[in-house]
């Protein structure tokens, strides 16, 4: 019928506090420019998509979801 169907991504729910923790962490060791790099969805998908859950829960907007278009 010429329709994808979408890819579905599973990642592991992270509470917030652990959230908190791996993210504080990813910043010490990369620095905040990692957050502009497309790359930070490969290199931390477990982070990257439960800050796009939780930014998106907390209805806050945020730069994330751009950092899939090519």
Known sequence: ????????????????LVLRKEFESILGREGDSCLADPEFVESHPIVYWNLVWF?????IDNHLPDLLSP
């Open 55 to 59: 930014l998106e829960r907390a209805n």
């Open 1 to 16: 019928t010429g329709q994808t169907q979408a890819d579905t991504k599973s990642v592991p729910y992270l509470n917030p």
